[in-house]
């Protein structure tokens, strides 16, 4: 009796989400696969393929697709959240929950630094680096997962610091150059102690952000090695245009895009790494919320962008805001196979765009209609409340 327990909650958690027109995979390498029907069970993917060759019995939930577009859920590379659902900086509620409806269903801290008061001596910093992440683990607006707990390094860090760090839970360092180290030969040498223990390092680039950060050049992103070039189209002033083919070119770090940085160096940086064939180091992300707001569409805004004006198709711009992510920052979801994380988000073009089709609209600068969003297994959202409706929304046939 006891073993049919496992089999018997299995099944309950079944999904299965059929007549898919059109499957985006989110791995740069084959960003469209030739499959209509994804099944997950709990919060994992177990088989995508051919409805006829897959075994869609016995599910919880079946999802029409309506031969709309399924691709991985969203991953906002680099936000600044505080606490709760809550912004201090536009002073902004339920701004997580926003972001869902624009696709996003991962969201990776680049440091709570908009925190009021934040703590700066290093015993304070700790304390609310563990606190943020035990926190977002715990809680999750409409389902987002809240990847947060990155401590901005200051002076006086040293390698037990680290090792503190990651054995309390930390696995991210908030931009380096937001806080008191500003030479390269310091944050270095505490991004290698960081990546000793296990703990992944992003660096501020480009000119202040806001009144009290400053200006990091190429000299010194190159000089620490941060394991991801952070904006590397500035956030919002952008470095100069030798600077950013340099970091291009001289690192082999990954390139992150942000929607509140340079559209025209975003532009550049893009353009660079093609011409390098390194577009698998291109991540992208909002570098939200900050002055220039919250923009719960800023990701699909970014994928529009690029697509329509970067010279590359709209299955590949998804890669850079999915998979391309999920691999330079260790996370489990991201792409469209079996054994990844079950969060998908469901597009069509939006009604009366005048692309062909959900692709086309996007090359042609449309941002797509979302029709669902789910997250781990459950739908999260359903026709979206913040993009261009969707010309046609998937539905739930059952239960
Ligand atoms: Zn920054």
Redesign the pocket.
Known sequence: MAQEEPAKSALHNKLVVRNIGLLLSGDLDNPILDADTVISVGDHITAVGKEKDLDTAGAAVTIDARGTALAPGLIDSHVHPVCGDWTPRQNQLGWIDSYLHGGVTTMVS?GEVHTPGRPKDVVGLKAMAIFAQRAFHAFRPGGVKIHAGAPVIEHGMVEDDFKELAAAGVKILG?VG?GSVKDGKTARQMVSWARKYGIQSTI?TGGP?IPG?SLIDKDMVLETDADII??VNG?HTALPDDQITALCERSTRALEIVHNGNERAALLALRTAMELKQLHRVILGT?SPAGSGVQPLGMVRMIALLSSLGEISAEVAICLATGNTAKMRNLDCGLIAPGREASFVLMDKAQHSAGRNLLDSIQKGDLPGIGMVIIDGAVSAHRSRNTPPATTAPEIVKP
Do not use: K, P, Q, V
Request: avoid cysteine; hydrophobic fraction near 20%; charge should be negative.
């Open positions: 680049a931009e937001l501020h952000s950060s952070g904006h956030g570098d």
